[in-house]
């Protein structure tokens, strides 16, 4: 029995010739195989090709160190591939000699075949039952006069598995399951790169062509079921992308019609919309899941269906095509379709199961990405409605603001500004940050923001707003907490008051270019629980712009909080520089150039910007009276309303103005037991506000035919461009507005 070595190392020059492994380290060596893992080695006293050189055993998908790679295991056989064609040379499938066919040798470049090697005897072959070399046998697989593979002027190196000569120039099939795994495994590393559908889709097909196919087509369901949901309606096959070889790489136009005079993009082969009929030839091909080829019964019927009865002659015959149903986690979402041009060579059986790999990848990427779209439309559309859409007009200031999230991939966090219109023509401004930017943290903001918005319609003081934030804030949970800050303007005194909890001061800037950080306390923020906030009043001069910003604005990992508020400061003094002194910046491009002071590493936390321009009511636009709540209230607040249009010259309004004031008046004097207010103010409407002591808020309702009363506010209805009525902390308010003119 003659003893098989298990070591492939290199014996020494010199070895004694009768013992079998020097024997077998002297034979030539075979031709590579495909798929085989060998090193190329030489005989005793030559050296094996140097990889790179023009030999038999170079492919074309190999790596770097391929050649030099061999573990000191023992060889164990390859299981055949299915489907793979017969070899020329006799061989098994896949290329590899059998046991009972010598291989052919293999000669180094400069050596012809027969040639005496440089130990002085002709290299023989060994059977592995024998050990024994051939006496003077030539080899097997290589005839005399055959010319020699490695030279320069040898004529191309046919198939080993169609026997056809490559053409120079084109894509060469992989030779080997090395080749397969390695494009494998870097198609779907670049595929799962992807984050949403289109990258998903475009790394398939920047994968795929060139080097497994020529041109590739990618339907999509539509519209994609994300999750559980079981879609309704029949199955629709999108054309979502194309690709192919370009045409200047394409000379032999393998997919488009001839009869176009420009080569076209492959949108042209395939149609735009599929739809899968129950039980026809595609519904079944999607319904097998597994890669098929087209030349198959099933998928020949099934191809007109996808691309359209009158685009199918455009696809080429044979084993050329390869139709992937796209699978996801629970239901088939669409087919790939690889196409190979005539001028290369065909699929084989192992590259349906590279298609098949393609395609789940591609499947379960898509399946995350619409998951994740459909996550981030939601964290989006949380984000949106606990914002304001729009800002309130509100009579004596203009408004403007902006937030941007801490990142693209997180976009919902806790930073919310606000702006509520109060009585008396007055105005709340309120931003606040929850710590924290995710989905957690919006909800805690939604639902703080949602209890300031009910605090201020009591028209509570700012502090008492804070206060009532800060229970509802531990109510939420312990570890809930914010920072706020209160403000309300009101533009008939031109006075601001102003509440913190915790929050960056704002900075107001002046008419003439001075910036100013108000001097505000800093109170302990939302959810602390048993803290006392303050509340200061300042001037609010006409012209000044006030901006309530969040801590992202000013703080980052570059700068202190501080360092950022006086840059702050610095900015809008800069700008308000470029305007002159007689006219404040654009409110607009005012918080634009504020958010341009940010670098780029200075985005670590959402940013809440509220700008505030004061115009402020003059003292000549705003009438106030007092009135006794008696009968004769209603015939004085007539009079008085008389008067203060004549001298606003809004005569024309007299009439209707009369019969409204004298309405609100009489219902509030009948149940009031101090005085009521009557207040007029011209702005770009006319306003009209009259306040009693009583809490109670009136109601309107369809006065019945035997009823003396409850026509009042109905005839306000009727005639007033808005009404409204507000509960205040010591009464309530009813008021109306009329177009001017």
Known sequence: MTEHPTSFDRPSTGADPTDPRGALLRTPVPPRASGSALPAQGGAGQSPPAAGEDSPGAFEHSQPGAEQAAEPDTPRPRPTSEGVPAQPDGGQPGGAPSDDTPSAGVTPAGVAPGEVSAGGGQAGLVRPDSGAPDSGAPDSGAPAGAPDPGRRDAPPEPDRRTGQPTAPGRPTPMRRDGDRLRFVGAATRRIARGMDLDEIVMGLCRATVP????????????PLPVGDERPTGPLVLRLRRTDRIPAERDTEGGFTPAPQPEPSELETVGAELCEVRPGSALAEVLRGVRPVFTDTPAARAALPELLGEERDFALPDGRRAILAPLRGRRRVIGA????????????????????????????????????????????????????????????????????LPAAETARVGGDWYDAIPLPGSRVALVVGDVMGHSMTSAAIMGQLRTTAQTLAGLDLPPQEVLHHLDEQAQRLGTDRMATCLYAVYDPVAHRITVANAGHPPPVLLHLGGHAEVLRVPAGAPIGVGGVDFEAVELDAPAGATLLLYTDGLVESRLRDVWTGIEQLRERLAATAQLTGPDHPPPLEALCDEVLDMLGPGDRDDDIALLAARFDGIAPSDVSYWFLDPEDAAPGKARRLARRALARWGMEDLTDAVELLVSEVVTNAVRYASKPVTLRLLRTDVLRCEVGDDVPQLPRLRQARATDEGGRGLYLVNRLARRWGATRLSTGKVVWFELNRG
């Open 211 to 222: 080097t497994f196919a020529d041109a590739i087509l990618v339907y999509l369901r539509e």
């Open 336 to 403: 790939a379709l690889f196409l190979r041009g005539p001028e290369r060579i065909a699929f084989e059986a192992d590259d349906l199961l590279v298609a098949a790999q393609l395609a789940t990848h591609s499947a379960l990427g898509i399946d995350k990405a619409v998951l994740y779209g459909r996550e981030a439309y939601i964290a989006d559309e949380l984000q949106r409605t606990m914002l304001p859409e729009n800002l309130p007009r509100c009579t004596g200031v203009r408004l403007a603001s902006r937030y």
